[in-house]
């Protein structure tokens, strides 16, 4: 979905064309599949994390453009809304000392970012929502200049043939109707990506599925939203509400969402892909000139453009990538699980945390995902993203168990032991994964930090309005942001 689009209307034709488009694609996928044309003996890691930006009283900045063309630098791009950017970091191994590799850089990247951003009046905020955001700041006028924004938005809403409807229970209650899809743009969020082989495809997306609810548990740094203190991890719920393109009507007759959990263990890759050509209409009709049999057949790699854009449209929160580097196919989990921030070494602790984990469950002599329920697995990642760090988690042998016990008694052990067989040296393992006992420990996430802040300083400042107790918890949270003390460290006061 990062590519430009130059058409903008599509007729029947267009439809049924693409549709035809996407079968032949689809085919020519399940014969690569058959062939193992793909790479992966070398398994790389990539990265991409979404940020706000946000003007000197904390309000969403809408100066992408500019921000952009201050930082000069093609890591960073633009996402949904115009108080949005995103970075895409190279791919790279995991092993050695590669993570505080990588947390160099990025510091250094996001340091010299956020320099030039003040030349515009702005400053770079990663956080899973912004809690200064109103409903004013999300209409079509806070869509990104590129044209495939209010496309899309376009599209979805043809398809829906009415507004959104957006409800949403936690400690308060929101309710309200948006008429753009403008309401996703507060969604940012951390993508982390695995290469894997076709054969390891299910086992790796089915581990990442079973860990979900215990990712959101322990990385929930989404709590308020519109003034309203909701979900831990309100993200979850406002970017499936934000993408529906289902009526009150289909959704009563089961139609599956665009964001979705799933519903079932997978098998193959080849699961997905077809899933999303037998469940989902397209929403972005666009065929490319290439012929993907003629290609295959001389020998080449197809680009299978149509079944790449499709994908995209598609929002699982453990995604499958197929794409091509230097003429070669690969394959990808990409997770979609976390909020951004709270710091970058809070990022990459979670991504230890995640990439280790996950090597353990899928070198299980037996696997976790034959030992719980895929129902099972959806409720805890619905009860991760509702309570966070205070969520009741279920874990076979163990029943249903705070997740902070999960993770001291069972799941950290065996991340040490995934990021041992990565090859991570134990120095950095030891490092990153304290980072995440500790935030177990003192039972502090970024969502916690910032809704024990938020009413600590709505207790001491009254009759402060609670608009600006956010900006002034918001004001706190980016200066300790900037420190790069992980957030189990952050001074309520």
Known sequence: MGEDVEQTTFGREDRQRYREKLRTCLDVFARMLGESKFDFERPLTGLEIEFNLVDEHQDPAMRNADVLEAIANDDFQTELG???????????GLAGDATDQLEKELRASLNDAEARA??????????GMLPTLTPDHLTSASFSGNPRYALLNEQIFAARGEDLYITIDGPERLATYADTIAPEAACTSVQFHLQVSPQDYAGTWNAAQSIAGVQLALGANSPFLFGKELWRETRVALFEQATDTRPLELK???????????????????????????????LLPLCDPEDPVAVHDRGDTPKLAELRM?????????????????????????NRVLPAGPTVVDVLANGAFYYGLLRALVEMDRPLW?????????????????????AHLYWPGLGEVPATELVLRRLLPLAHQGLAAWG?????????????????????NG?????????????????LDRRDSLREMLRRYVEYMHSNEPVHTWPVD
């Open 82 to 92: 115009q108080f949005n950017i995103e970075i895409n970091v190279k791919p790279r």
């Open 118 to 127: 003040r030349t515009t009046g702005s400053h770079i905020v990663m956080i």
């Open 252 to 282: 009563e007759q089961g139609v599956r969402p665009r964001v979705w959990f799933g519903e079932r263990w997978i098998t193959s890759v080849f699961d997905q892909f077809e899933e999303n050509v037998r469940y989902f209409p397209a």
């Open 310 to 334: 499709h994908n995209g449209t598609i929002y699982r929160w453990n995604r499958p990538v197929y794409d091509v580097y230097r003429g070669k196919p690969h394959l990808r989990v990409e």
């Open 370 to 390: 034959s030992q719980m329920s895929f129902s099972a697995a959806f409720d805890n990642f619905e009860a991760g993203a509702r309570r966070g760090i205070d």
């Open 424 to 444: 991570v040296t134990t120095s950095v393992a030891d490092r990153l994964l304290g980072i995440v006992e500790r935030r177990c420990t003192t039972h502090q």
């Open 447 to 463: 969502a916690e930090w910032q809704a024990k802040t938020f009413h600590r300083i709505d207790e001491q400042r009254q009759p």
